[in-house]
């Protein structure tokens, strides 16, 4: 009879600092002022785990959840109250009407057709974007004063800001814009600033601040540089470890030859867990506070690293990848938002 097999842990884990997470909430908070910040938990919490980092960010005080997808709505109800949930796509045809309704969470009605069909549906609490200059989402200026929009009962009225990780004009032109919205539609708050306008002070608060990025360790302004703890560390495990001598060369296309005898680590992470093969002889991994240089090309599932100064790393051990996201950003040519929400699956999110 053979015996229950049983699944070994996962050879990539995602450490997350759970103090440095409501931390970070706590400190966007406070600098939205008289503001409340809320959080933006979609696409699982930028990827670092909704079912780990929402429980984290709700005992730190958040009472406001932006989501895109209303899968990921059918997720969030299962960690904090659906009344306190918004869904930033809003219901493009009549099921997902219902389903809101039915889940009790909030649509953000984003053009006149979604205003009308949830009116249709019955409607109810809502809450209603209003695009002041990005041309993604939200109704449009010349629309707002339509008889429907009238008609809804909106919670939280929102715009987004395009600029504001930039010194750019245009976050006055869409301030001026959004105070013009707030003084035609009624509702019972106001919401402006993503992570980086909390940074532009306090006109740019109004009631609800939406901060994503910072919360999990992103600094998208300067000003945010000494509020904002990392919270995100992937590690992986050290798979094998091999002896070389001058000449070997190293991964595809031999991009890497050794000068000289030297001990290097094979690491279970590659591109296909979000490690892309930019970090190829750029990345560092961690031991003992030592960065330890990537050799070679990044492979799908694994990467080479020098461990000629850490003979005491074996097979097993586990080596920190160094991802703090300003400076892996600038290194990287990637963004702050994209080294998250790249991480794979294969990253176990419950350490």
Known sequence: MMPEAVLPPAALRLRLDRAALAA???????????????????ADCYGLGAAEAVPVLAGA??????????????????????????????PIN??????????GVRPVLNSLSQVRRWLAAGGGLCDLMVDTGMARLGLPLA??????????????????????????????????????????IPARRYSLCNSAGIALGADYHFDLTRP?????????????????????????????????VAGDKVGYNATFTASEAMRIGVIAAGYADGYLRCWS???????????LPVLGRVSMDMTI????????????????????LPGAAAASGLSQYELLTMLGTRFARNS
């Open 24 to 42: 970070n909430w706590t400190a966007l908070d406070g600098l939205s002022g008289s503001a409340r910040a809320g959080a933006a938990i979609k």
């Open 61 to 90: 005080g958040c009472r406001d959840w932006f989501v895109a997808h209303w899968q990921e709505a059918a997720e969030a109800v299962r960690l904090v109250p659906a009344a306190q949930v918004s869904v930033l796509h809003g």
């Open 94 to 103: 009549e099921a997902e009407a219902a389903f809101a309704r039915a889940l």
């Open 143 to 184: 629309e707002i004063g339509d008889p429907a929009v009238a008609a809804l009962q909106i919670d939280t009225c929102l715009s987004h800001l395009a600029s504001a990780d930039e010194d750019s004009a245009q976050n006055a032109k869409q301030l001026a814009w959004f105070r013009e919205v707030a003084n035609a």
């Open 212 to 244: 994503g990025l910072a919360l999990y360790g992103g600094v998208p302004r300067g000003e945010l540089a000494g509020a904002i703890g990392q919270v995100a560390y992937p590690e992986a495990a050290v798979i094998q470890v091999r002896e070389l």
């Open 281 to 291: 002889g750029l990345g560092h991994v961690l031991w003992k506070g030592a960065r």
């Open 305 to 324: 690293v020098d461990l000629s100064m850490a003979l005491d790393c074996g097979e097993g051990d586990w080596l920190g990848i160094d991802y703090a």
